[in-house]
């Protein structure tokens, strides 16, 4: 089975820290993609990654930033922590890119609280 | 990208069947219908994927008409444990596949 290791269940930072979100997964895909979820609003794409060093912004990537240094590794930071940012983050992998019939693997998200 | 439109909310009782449709009217020729499902604090999970007529796996039932601008998913005799929000995708944009959530569908199922 593919795993999506996501590095925290639960964050508290303070407002202005800099953080660092960490997904890592075992199967090799090519496409890794960063969502936040919040109550009422569903799946948000903030940064998708379809190769190494190579990054793509969503529909909400302000404030957010993102690192592809190796294939198995998509890092989601967060440059100065708002609370705005308050949130559950949610990594996902997918093999290729297949004109729409990729499936996703997620991992177990992290809930990020900004005080 | 074709946009999708699902109920908010659903109920059903253990044992019914549950249908959710969701309408894609603007679905391009080379999109598939996707699936998800997400239990409370947990990532959402692939349950199924169609392209036309009908798929079925050991989840659920994927219907999906002629004209494929709507696809219903069924979910034989249902459980306390069905209860999920529910995610239709389908959609290209510009060429490349951005996978894209909307609300879903909050399925509650009640003994």
């Known amino acids: 089975d593919v795993k999506v290791t996501q590095s925290s269940r639960y964050l508290v930072k303070r407002t202005g820290e800099k953080v660092f979100l960490e997904c890592v997964q075992d199967m090799d895909h090519e496409n890794m993609f960063w969502y936040r979820q919040d109550p009422g609003l569903g799946l948000r794409l903030i940064y998708f990654s379809y190769d190494v060093k190579m990054k793509e912004k969503g529909d909400i990537p302000e404030g957010y930033s993102v690192s592809r240094e190796k294939k198995e590794r998509f890092s989601l930071i967060l440059e100065s922590a708002s609370t705005n940012q308050t949130s559950m983050y949610l990594c996902?992998?997918?093999?290729?890119?297949?004109?729409?019939?990729?499936?996703?693997?997620f991992g177990s998200g992290t809930q990020l609280s900004v005080l | 990208l074709a946009k999708t439109t699902q109920p908010i909310s659903m109920d059903s009782y253990e044992g019914q069947e549950v249908n959710i449709t969701c309408s894609h009217n603007?679905?391009?020729?080379?999109?598939?219908i996707t699936w998800y499902q997400q239990f409370p604090s947990q990532g959402p999970r692939f349950i199924i994927q169609g392209y036309k007529t009908k798929v079925t796996n050991e989840v659920a039932s994927l219907f999906i008409p002629a004209d494929r601008k709507s696809s219903t998913l069924s979910l034989p005799r249902v459980s306390l444990s069905d209860t999920a929000v529910y995610y239709c995708l389908v959609g290209e944009k510009g060429g490349s596949y951005i996978p894209t959530f909307g609300r879903g569908t909050s399925l509650i199922v009640h003994p």
């Open positions: 603007n679905i391009a020729t080379n999109d598939y």
């Open positions: 996902a992998s997918s093999l290729t890119r297949t004109g729409g019939r990729e499936k996703l693997f």
